[in-house]
């Protein structure tokens, strides 16, 4: 829909004026008739609003009509007043503030340029610009930053929090590489004591960020990474095992090109540090070994294990948990431009962008669904976008404020830009490919390859005009592994006439922007072509707008096999995509690769290798479910000894007695279908009755994933502690779970489940009266030994085909915003189908 002519609707609406809109936020006076977003959840970390106009004012209240149909009653303090109410006044003011950095007599011809790429969404500026260009002088126009790895030393942790905050404070997402800090234990002389560790100091990161959650609707977001030499390595990996301790950070590793190779031949790591004693250590230690040991400085081992071990652990971790990510980080410094000047330490948070300290996003994204006509690519528009793109991002460079000089001094030596794409998805379904087919693998070749050669083309043009970045050395540069890729056309002119940019391109989620616009995310697929949405008139079924226009073409037709979405794809396809993308991307990439349930460790194993073999620069999973595992634990098991001690005394002092769980089980796993997605229910025996109920809803580490292990756990402690007689435990439980609803249901009839309880009570009922049901049914046996305590793990799943009444896609965890299960995780980040919330950490 050509959204340029009209005021956008519905979440696109919704999205815009409350996260790009020019508000009045000084001299707010609101009229009847005006347009208005309305403050109707006043929660701290998560407010809720919602747009609607004034339809009356009596004194202090103010009178509201939503936009859902509801009325209510409000206060100005809770009301804000957009300023822009279309798009178009947006584009104005861009263009505007954009094209001031250009000479007087260029102002009006590149406001003119800058404004035919942004009208109908053909160019859709990183969300810092969109809400911050024009619109003050305090607000950054970068999206994240990397700042310098913090000073080994009190004060210098107290420095590095202090820029994050700052940072954070003022909308821009932040990562920080941790290997500067000594290890867990290591000495510390000054105070005669012993260091907490890198992990420890991590978690202080994490919790500031937590607290600057709280301040506002966009949140804090934070990336950590930790070298994979760093003696606190193995406890970086697994620090999400462990409940509370860094909950507001996406994790990554950054591996050597010696490690993957010391992985592929079973060889020895080495986990070490700098000699803390050294004399210069203080002043030189900056968290690279490398420059430590070229000149000279001895370093201390402090364990020596094998390379798989390690990569194991990290593959597990992730195969549980989707963290820690990777990021073949030698590889990334190898394919950088600023590799002879200035190393890559760590990525942004969504890790679409390695920087250097002190570098910063600077995103844009290109609407690929525009550029489509009469099912061909349009490749003229596209490349005319392209050119005037790349100067629209780097003018931004010379149109944000900066609040760090040390950012300042660092992106005017590097004018490093962004450009991305959007829209990837709905492209390939208007030319009828299917996303990781073959076909698509050599249509996105030349699709990146020739995005990637008009936006250097058109640096190089600039730079002739402008000058090259200060930091610029045409026979360095063009030793770059990425550069030697093009060719001569681009050589040459970056020979001639300079680069005007240290890297031009990124592929960075978008999930606020895209759905406002309407389009697919970056460079996903489609999560779902049609989904369930909870309202408050229940719940229903929504399309994506291109997947109903078909069907209402084709009525009675399933969608064509080009119609694929994330979850129908395999990880090895995600991937493919995901490299043939990376080879035309000088920055990097944010790509979730999505897996099903049963996929293996060694499934993961291999999907993580294979990606650093096709050339990836880093490497994230989502796996379906992750029924069968524990990832948060806050108890430690005890001894034997402790337990006796505990059973007794509770049988002495309440005469009831807590059965232990006996060794090998019998029982049935039940896959059943709910208002937030497949259940399923596994119900253990002991002498013919049930003993134990495990629960498995969502992913885990997800909200609905641990409400759901609760509510088993909780009915497990029921079924075997007490004197009620066995039969009449499980009856009594039946009781009160069944018909247990919350604002929605799935189904009709006798196979209608009102909720995830009412579910465990109807396959309880279905367990002990010996039913044939609908559903899918498998047979339990011995614990699976990735079990961390006594109720842990479903053995085995039978996947059969259940005939649902509405099918809730699987994956999808709780909004903490409007409620509904509508999150998805995509491109590293989480964002609502429903309402529009968008997390990136």
């Known amino acids: 829909m050509n959204q340029s002519s009209s005021r956008l609707e519905g979440l696109s609406e919704k999205i815009f004026l409350d996260r790009y809109a020019l508000k009045d936020v000084l001299h707010q006076e609101v009229n009847v008739g005006d347009t208005v977003l309305v403050l109707t959840k006043d929660d701290p970390k998560y407010p809720q609003k919602e747009v609607g106009e004034v339809i009356s004012i009596e004194g202090e209240t103010i009178k509201v009509g939503l936009r859902n149909g509801q009325v209510i009653d409000t206060v100005i303090e809770k009301i804000t007043k957009p300023l822009e109410l279309t798009p178009e006044e947006m584009w104005d003011r861009l263009a505007k503030a954009i094209a001031a950095v250009e000479k007087p007599e260029k102002r009006e011809e590149w406001t003119k340029k800058f404004r035919e790429v942004l009208d109908d969404w053909k160019l859709v500026p990183g969300g810092r610009i969109a809400a911050g260009a024009g619109a003050s002088d305090e607000l950054t126009l970068f999206n994240c930053y990397v700042i310098p790895s913090p000073k080994d030393s009190r004060g210098g942790i107290m420095e590095t929090l202090s820029q994050m905050t700052e940072i954070m404070s003022r909308g821009g997402g932040v990562g920080i590489n941790l290997s500067s800090l000594r290890p867990r234990r290591a000495v510390v002389r000054g105070v005669n004591g012993s260091s907490s560790g890198a992990v420890s100091w991590g978690g202080l990161f994490s919790y500031t960020t ?136 760590s990525t942004n948070p969504c890790a679409e962008q ?68 959007m829209g990837l998805a709905e492209m390939l379904i208007q030319l009828k490919i299917r996303y990781g087919s073959p076909e698509s693998l050599k249509f996105l070749d030349q699709l990146y390859g020739f995005i990637a050669k008009r936006a250097y083309l058109a640096s190089t043009e600039i730079a002739a005009e402008k000058g090259s970045f200060p930091m610029f050395d045409a026979e360095k540069f063009l030793q770059s592994k990425f550069v030697q890729q093009f060719d001569d056309e681009v050589k040459q002119a970056i020979a001639e006439k300079g680069m005007r940019n240290v890297t031009v391109l990124t592929q960075a989620p978008t999930g606020s922007t895209g759905t406002m616009v309407g389009t697919s995310t970056g460079i996903e697929p489609y999560f779902a072509f049609e989904y369930v949405r909870q309202s408050r008139l229940g719940l229903d079924k929504q399309y994506v707008p291109i997947a109903k226009e078909w069907l209402e073409k084709h009525p009675g037709q399933k969608l064509p096999d080009y119609f694929v979405s994330a979850m129908e794809l395999s990880a090895e396809d995600h991937i493919r995509v995901q490299a043939a993308i ?65 059973a007794q005394k509770a049988n002495e002092n309440t005469g009831k007695v807590y059965r232990r769980r006996p060794k090998k089980l019998t029982g049935a796993t039940y896959k059943m279908n709910t208002p937030l997605g497949k259940a399923y229910i596994t119900i253990n025996d002991v002498d013919g009755s049930p003993f134990e109920v495990i629960v498995n809803v969502g992913k885990a580490g997800s909200d609905v994933f641990a409400m759901s292990e609760a509510l088993g756990r909780v009915s497990t402690l029921f079924l075997r502690f007490g004197e009620i007689p066995d039969g009449n435990k499980a009856r009594l439980l039946i009781k009160h779970l069944k018909g247990i609803g919350g604002s929605g249901a799935v189904g009709f009839g006798p196979n209608r489940v009102e909720s995830i309880a009412d579910a465990v009570a109807k396959a309880l009922e279905m367990h002990i009266d010996g039913e044939e049901p609908n559903y899918s049914i498998a047979a339990t046996s011995e614990p699976s030994i990735n079990q961390h305590n006594e109720h842990e793990g479903i053995q085995s799943i039978d996947h059969m085909h259940l005939h649902d009444d509405l099918d809730v896609p699987d994956g999808l965890d709780l909004c903490p915003t409007c409620g509904s299960a509508s999150l998805v995780n995509e491109e590293g980040c989480k964002h609502c189908i429903s309402c529009g919330y968008t997390r990136c950490s």
């Open 354 to 421: 390695g920087l250097p300290a002190w570098g910063v996003c600077n995103l844009s994204s290109i609407n690929l669904s525009k550029f489509v006509k009469d099912g061909q690519v349009d490749w003229e528009g596209l490349g005319e976008t392209v050119d005037i793109s790349v100067r629209f991002l780097d003018n931004v460079i010379d149109a944000t404020p900066y609040h760090f000089k040390e950012n300042e001094e660092n992106q005017r030596n590097e004018r490093r830009i962004g450009l991305g794409t």
């Open 210 to 345: 937590g607290l600057i959650e709280q301040g506002g609707s966009r949140r804090g977001a934070l990336m950590l990474m930790l070298n994979d030499w760093h003696p606190d390595l193995l406890e970086f990996i697994t620090v999400k095992q462990e409940m509370g301790l860094i909950t507001n950070a996406n994790l990554s590793v950054a591996i050597s090109n010696d490690f993957m190779k010391a992985v592929k031949q079973d060889l020895d790591w080495e986990l070490v540090f700098p000699d803390t004693t050294d004399p210069e250590y203080d002043k030189v230690w900056d968290g690279n070994l490398k420059k430590w040991k070229d000149l000279g400085k001895a370093v201390k081992v402090y364990k020596k294990m094998k390379a798989r071990e390690i990569w194991h652990t990290i593959i597990e971790s992730a195969w549980k948990s989707a963290e820690p990510g990777v990021v073949f980080m030698e590889h990334y410094n190898e394919m950088s431009n600023s590799w002879y000047f200035n190393p890559i330490i």
């Open 582 to 646: 990376q080879k035309w991307v000088d920055s990097s990439i944010s790509k979730t690769a999505n897996a099903p349930a049963d996929f293996t460790i060694e499934d993961t194993k291999k999907l993580y290798e294979y990606a650093y073999e096709l050339g990836c620069k880093g490497v994230t999973i989502y796996r379906d479910g992750s029924r069968d595992v524990q990832v948060l634990s806050t108890e430690k098991k005890k001894g034997k000894v402790e337990d006796k001690v505990e």
